[in-house]
């Protein structure tokens, strides 16, 4: 059976997961969510698909999961790819899994959103220079981390890589410059020869440009 | 083996952590991290504690973690307790572990801190306001989800309960209001009532009173 992602071209958080499902090799098609329209604040995706308002919704039969950092686990699971070789391997994963949520994804998916998707009149200038003050200190973690390895955790892809590196792929400007960290360029350029591997608007549906 | 755990009071990460250990009858010892006068942001902290420079830092014997959220987890298999006890349970634990870490401890704990510990002359309405209106859409999410039920996943304390009540217990204003929600007020009360229970002050070194 073909498994659903309910997902937006715009979102990080379900980039991570169409690219796991596509590099992992998985039967799927994406459903896309009208987020701009309001789509996941409304009663009725909250009531069938998601309770906490977020894309992405992935569906596999029966199963109905949220949270990227869950639906990657899960989709380990299924296809014995991404997840790590070991209990170590696997918590060092879910490490970066959780810093990525907290600090990565959660801050630059807002701050992108906050200059480039809100309409101009209601930009700050002080939190937007707030939230690039608090990404400024993340980027040297994974710049430092990645110093001397190939992948964040182990020797090959996992979810640890997928999770970081989503927003870091959208052509929106946010303050995040590739040349700027030389080691998550590289990362990033390593990432993207993955046979398989496309950016986030030719593997979801909904771009900036259907609202243009 | 006595467990370490390198925390501080103002610490809602790491009072997860704490009450973790507390409630699951650990033999467990904090070491005090001066997180105010700049030990998470040096070199030597980064170096052998934790490269992404955040508490806590639990050391039992050859192992170290970081992130609250693997701690917890490790925890679990250690204890046997707080960890769900099938697969759905498990995956719903994390679900609601990795929303505590992208929307609600990262965010009230930023708020806590802008409002309460950054000099008076630093701080931003602009900042402090747009961080109140992201918390205001996702404490009903947390409210509407505990609408009949005693714990977040199952029918007892698990590590989402420990993870997502632990900014909600700090004295400091952040703009929470116990009153304005009656089942996180409820809940709260419940988890509080767990023989052990101790609030983050009592249980970790370091408090707002050291510095005043």
């Known amino acids: 059976m073909t498994i659903r992602l309910?997902?937006?071209g715009e979102s990080g958080h379900s980039y991570k997961v169409a690219l796991a499902l596509e590099l992992g090799g998985l039967d799927w098609e994406p459903v896309k969510i009208d987020f701009?329209?309001?789509?996941?604040r409304g009663d009725a995706y909250r009531g069938t698909l998601n309770e906490m308002g977020e894309a992405p919704v992935l569906i596999d039969g029966?199963?109905?999961l949220t949270q990227s950092g869950v639906i990657l686990d899960y989709l380990s699971e299924?296809?014995?790819k991404f997840g790590g070789r070991d209990a170590a391997e696997r918590r060092e994963i879910l490490r970066w899994v959780l810093w990525?949520?907290?600090?990565l994804s959660s801050q630059a998916g807002v701050t992108r959103f906050l200059m480039n998707f809100l309409p101009a009149e209601k930009r700050s200038g002080d939190v937007i220079g707030f939230m690039q003050s608090r990404l400024a200190g993340v980027y040297p973690v994974l710049e430092g981390h990645l110093e001397g390895r190939d992948w964040i955790v182990g020797d090959g892809l996992t979810n640890a890589?997928?999770?970081?590196?989503s927003y870091l792929y959208y052509p929106e400007p946010f303050g995040f410059e590739r040349a700027d960290w030389p080691n998550i360029d590289r990362w990033l350029g390593r990432i993207s020869e993955t046979p398989g591997w496309k950016p986030p608007y030719e593997l979801m549906p909904g771009s900036p440009a259907d609202r243009a």
Chains 1, 2 share one sequence.
Do not use: Q
């Open 161 to 165: 890589d997928l999770s970081c590196c």
């Open 62 to 64: 029966d199963l109905t």
């Open 100 to 103: 990525d949520n907290h600090k």
């Open 78 to 80: 299924k296809t014995s």
């Open 36 to 40: 701009f329209s309001g789509e996941t």
């Open 6 to 8: 309910h997902c937006f």
